[in-house]
């Protein structure tokens, strides 16, 4: 949690330098831009009590096209994961007829898919923020390793996910830059695996990368 509070406060500060810098420096308004940012998943709700640990292991690549005074249009997919061990608990295993008390291994990984809306407050402006929806789905693996045993579900899904950020180039006419988002994410996939069930999955993330703007 230290390192991903840092590299946030990192990006924040090279954000301010770039502005004051260039606080009136128009530049140009770009056609379209494509990002891409490693991203920290916290699940909360449900899906919290699957894994309650943040998973920093994600990526995300997105591409937006601009529509008209500051509405893009756009896609965004992905790779994510979380996962955590808990230490003995007990399952059943009916086929087998069993009980076992050990650790167990949780983790989802999911593959995420969607169609983007944003809207850049100024756009032409070397720091621009903006507010997004990503409408879409995902496709995910639920494991649960219990010892040499691998249960495991495969789901689809439908998700939203809306979106605050800042788009901030390094410079006036720099075609280079990088981003800062937040979201929330909702799902209808759900997690039915023995004990363990989970509905509706729901997290909050937090992207950090960078951008390449196209005039």
């Avoid at 390192?3 to 140009?28: D, M, N």
Wanted: glycine share 8%; net charge neutral.
């Amino acid at each position: 949690m230290k390192k991903i509070v840092s590299v946030i406060f990192l990006v924040f500060l090279t954000l301010g330098v770039v502005r004051a810098q260039e606080p009136t420096s128009a530049g140009y308004t770009p056609s379209s831009y494509y990002t891409f940012s490693w991203n920290t998943a916290f699940p909360i709700g449900n899906f919290h009590d699957w894994v309650s640990q943040p998973g920093p292991a994600g990526f995300d690549f997105g591409g937006r096209y601009l529509i008209r005074n500051g509405l893009t249009a756009g896609f965004n997919i992905g790779w994510q994961r979380v996962a955590k061990i808990y230490d003995n608990q007990t399952y059943t295993i009916p086929d087998k007829g069993i009980a076992i008390t050990a650790r167990n291994y949780r983790f989802t990984w999911m593959v995420p898919f969607q169609a983007v809306i944003a809207y850049h407050f100024i756009p032409q402006k070397v720091v621009s923020p903006y507010v997004g929806l990503g409408i879409g789905g995902d496709y995910m693996e639920h494991h649960l390793m219990i010892q040499e045993y691998d249960i495991y579900k495969t789901c689809w899904d439908f998700s939203l996910t809306p979106e605050v950020g800042i788009l901030a180039r390094f410079g006036a006419f720099s075609n280079w830059g990088a981003i800062l988002a937040f979201n929330y994410k909702w799902t209808t996939n759900r997690i039915d695996l023995y004990e363990e069930e989970s509905r509706d999955l729901q997290m909050l993330n937090i992207k950090v990368g960078i951008a390449l703007t196209i005039r």
